[in-house]
């Protein structure tokens, strides 16, 4: 009888598929750069054809080291060394934003401005826009609390609370992701790579800046990952799990494809033990009274909004899921925003017709391309999806002023954050080749952990991530949200179990 580690598993199966969908992510953004790079460009000063081998020295060195060191691992900094160095970093954090912070446009401008007219008791100056995209509803809720308390207080620019609550929020997720690297791993090399990653790439991202959907929701995945990884009463377990996920949904839909992963892996997981007596089924009820119970309070709240904003739970006016789907088919933008299409949904009056009509149209786009066209355009939307290891942070926001403080500090700040500042360029190029690297770590987790749990729920969710954006609109910045999935997945990779021959060789020396 094969040994169970040996034993076919699904999940196991999965996460080695992932593995291959990373290996081709990482050669069609290095060999493909030069034919892909008209679709999406980024600000990186160096090609990733002379990036990826950097990364890959940098890799190797990183593996070494930790071959080097295995023996020498501790106990680490205590944890409340390591709440007092976020402290710290808290306060670099809300320096910078003072420094740096203006106001942006497009849909975040749509967002912050009616959450100031809740806050101030006026006349929403743009109210059929939550009609058009009422998934922003619920930020624009969120966000009135915290204006209003500034416009209690007489702040000149209420506005500028909502980046100081983006510095605390990217904290908070860079801490989290770091308590769950401590969770998954006794690796110091390990730890000590995902804390300083998560301050460098996460918590002093410029997104500091940018209070939309991707700052006020990313901190919701790593906190159910926390509650997976850490509670260990199953229904208390999976009540937190649905509260942060559908908190975070609530806010931006695609974190559900993180609850999904987890859920999937137990149902996997329960089936597979292949226990059905009276107690599993009672604990399984537990559970699943736990998923529904915590899903509650994120889906009410989500309803509240829109409805309090346009008068409806289920605007009919809305551009819902599939008109994003149909733009996601589009061969003319690949996946982009289309005035056009936006255009011809909004030519339905009702919702249902809205939803058949844009269902025909992307099966018609579809049918189109034809099988080779199809491989092309879906292999030029991952490109797009992939290719910023800043998650366009410098490109998807429109500019309606520029940061204002002229002090040495703020001066070079600014040139290190805003796209026109003249460091800008080489932090994306930074950005890129760790982006690189972290993906790479990525697929080495993805064949050498493949049985270890918490590998197959970053598998299943970051291929149900690559598969969203490969459905529906597409940007690099909707990968944002799984930025501290990516980096433990990496982590994982660095605390790979050592080869045998390895640990003798440590002894012998």
Same mark, same amino acid.
């Given at each position: 009888?094969?040994?169970? +580690?040996?034993? @076919?598993?699904?999940?196991?199966?999965? +996460?080695?598929?992932?593995?291959?969908?990373?290996?081709?992510?990482?050669?069609?953004?290095?060999?493909?750069?030069?034919?892909?790079?008209?679709?999406?460009?980024?600000?990186?000063?160096?090609?990733?054809?002379?990036?990826?081998?950097?990364?890959?020295?940098?890799?190797?060195?990183?593996?070494?080291?930790?071959?080097?060191?295995?023996?020498?691992?501790?106990?680490?900094?205590?944890?409340? !060394?390591?709440?007092?160095?976020?402290?710290?970093?808290?306060?670099?954090?809300?320096?910078?934003?003072?420094?740096?912070?203006?106001?942006?446009?497009?849909?975040?401008?749509?967002?912050?401005?009616?959450?100031?007219?809740?806050?101030?008791?006026?006349?929403?100056?743009?109210?059929?826009?939550?009609?058009?995209?009422?998934?922003?509803?619920?930020?624009?809720?969120?966000?009135?609390?915290?204006?209003?308390?500034?416009?209690?207080?007489?702040?000149? %620019?209420?506005?500028?609370?909502?980046?100081?609550?983006?510095?605390?929020?990217?904290?908070?997720?860079?801490?989290? $992701?770091? !308590?769950?690297?401590?969770?998954? $791993?006794?690796?110091?090399?390990?730890?000590? @790579?995902?804390?300083?990653?998560?301050?460098?790439?996460?918590?002093?991202?410029?997104?500091?800046?940018?209070?939309?959907?991707? #700052?006020?929701?990313?901190?919701?995945?790593?906190?159910?990952?926390?509650?997976?990884?850490?509670?260990?009463?199953?229904?208390?377990?999976?009540?937190?799990?649905?509260?942060?996920?559908?908190?975070?949904?609530?806010?931006?839909?695609?974190?559900?494809? %993180?609850?999904?992963?987890?859920?999937?892996?137990?149902?996997?997981?329960?089936?597979?033990?292949?226990?059905?007596?009276?107690?599993?089924?009672?604990?399984?009820?537990?559970?699943?009274?736990?998923?529904?119970?915590?899903?509650?309070?994120?889906?009410?709240?989500?309803?509240? +909004? $829109?409805?309090?904003?346009?008068?409806?739970?289920?605007?009919?006016?809305?551009?819902?899921? #599939?008109?994003?789907?149909?733009?996601?088919?589009?061969?003319?933008?690949?996946?982009?925003?289309?005035?056009?299409?936006?255009?011809?949904?909004?030519?339905?009056?009702?919702?249902?017709?809205?939803?058949?009509?844009?269902?025909?149209?992307?099966?018609?786009?579809?049918?189109?391309?034809?099988?080779?066209?199809?491989?092309?355009?879906?292999?030029?939307?991952?490109?797009?999806?992939?290719?910023?290891?800043?998650?366009?942070?410098?490109?998807?926001?429109?500019?309606?002023?520029?940061?204002?403080? #002229?002090?040495?500090?703020? $001066?070079?700040?600014?040139?290190?954050?805003?796209?026109?500042?003249?460091?800008?360029?080489?932090?994306? #190029?930074?950005?890129?080749?760790?982006?690189?690297?972290?993906?790479?770590?990525?697929?080495?987790?993805? @064949?050498?952990?493949? !049985?270890?749990?918490?590998?197959?729920?970053?598998?299943?969710?970051?291929?149900?991530?690559?598969?969203?954006?490969?459905?529906?609109?597409?940007?690099?910045?909707?990968? @944002?949200?799984?930025?501290?999935?990516?980096?433990?997945?990496?982590?994982?990779?660095?605390?790979?179990?050592?080869?045998?021959?390895?640990?003798?060789?440590?002894?012998?020396?």
């Amino acid at each position: 009888m094969q040994a169970r +580690s040996k034993r @076919f598993s699904l999940p196991a199966a999965l +996460s080695v598929l992932a593995g291959v969908m990373f290996v081709f992510l990482v050669a069609v953004l290095v060999v493909g750069q030069p034919a892909f790079s008209q679709y999406y460009e980024n600000r990186s000063l160096l090609k990733n054809l002379t990036l990826w081998p950097a990364s890959l020295v940098g890799m190797a060195l990183l593996m070494w080291g930790r071959a080097r060191r295995e023996g020498l691992q501790g106990s680490g900094r205590s944890l409340w !060394r390591m709440r007092a160095l976020f402290v710290a970093l808290l306060a670099v954090q809300l320096v910078t934003v003072r420094s740096i912070w203006y106001k942006m446009g497009w849909d975040v401008f749509d967002v912050y401005t009616t959450a100031e007219e809740l806050a101030r008791g006026q006349a929403l100056s743009n109210a059929e826009y939550f009609s058009l995209c009422p998934n922003n509803a619920p930020l624009t809720i969120l966000q009135t609390l915290p204006l209003w308390v500034a416009v209690q207080l007489g702040m000149a %620019v209420p506005f500028v609370v909502l980046p100081y609550l983006d510095a605390v929020l990217l904290n908070l997720t860079a801490y989290f $992701t770091v !308590r769950c690297a401590q969770r998954l $791993t006794q690796s110091r090399r390990a730890r000590g @790579f995902v804390l300083v990653v998560s301050i460098l790439w996460i918590a002093m991202s410029p997104y500091l800046i940018y209070p939309y959907t991707d #700052t006020w929701s990313v901190l919701f995945p790593v906190l159910a990952l926390y509650a997976w990884l850490s509670v260990r009463r199953p229904a208390l377990k999976w009540l937190l799990v649905s509260l942060a996920s559908f908190a975070g949904a609530a806010i931006k839909p695609t974190v559900l494809i %993180v609850w999904i992963a987890l859920v999937a892996l137990a149902l996997w997981r329960f089936l597979a033990r292949k226990d059905f007596s009276a107690a599993a089924w009672k604990r399984a009820l537990a559970v699943l009274a736990a998923l529904v119970l915590g899903a509650v309070p994120g889906q009410v709240f989500q309803r509240a +909004s $829109t409805a309090y904003l346009t008068g409806s739970a289920v605007p009919e006016g809305q551009l819902s899921e #599939t008109h994003y789907l149909m733009m996601g088919m589009n061969d003319e933008t690949y996946g982009g925003h289309s005035p056009d299409d936006v255009a011809f949904s909004q030519s339905f009056e009702t919702l249902a017709q809205r939803k058949q009509a844009n269902l025909r149209v992307a099966w018609e786009r579809i049918e189109e391309k034809g099988l080779m066209g199809n491989l092309r355009f879906f292999v030029i939307k991952a490109y797009k999806a992939y290719a910023d290891g800043s998650f366009a942070v410098n490109s998807s926001f429109l500019d309606l002023e520029i940061p204002k403080r #002229t002090d040495a500090l703020s $001066t070079f700040l600014r040139s290190l954050y805003h796209k026109k500042g003249s460091l800008n360029p080489l932090c994306h #190029t930074v950005a890129q080749g760790l982006w690189l690297a972290m993906l790479m770590l990525c697929a080495v987790a993805y @064949f050498t952990r493949r !049985r270890h749990p918490a590998v197959q729920v970053f598998s299943l969710a970051l291929m149900g991530a690559t598969a969203y954006l490969l459905l529906f609109e597409v940007w690099p910045r909707y990968l @944002f949200v799984f930025a501290p999935l990516y980096l433990l997945l990496a982590a994982m990779a660095v605390d790979v179990p050592l080869p045998a021959r390895w640990n003798k060789r440590r002894a012998k020396a």
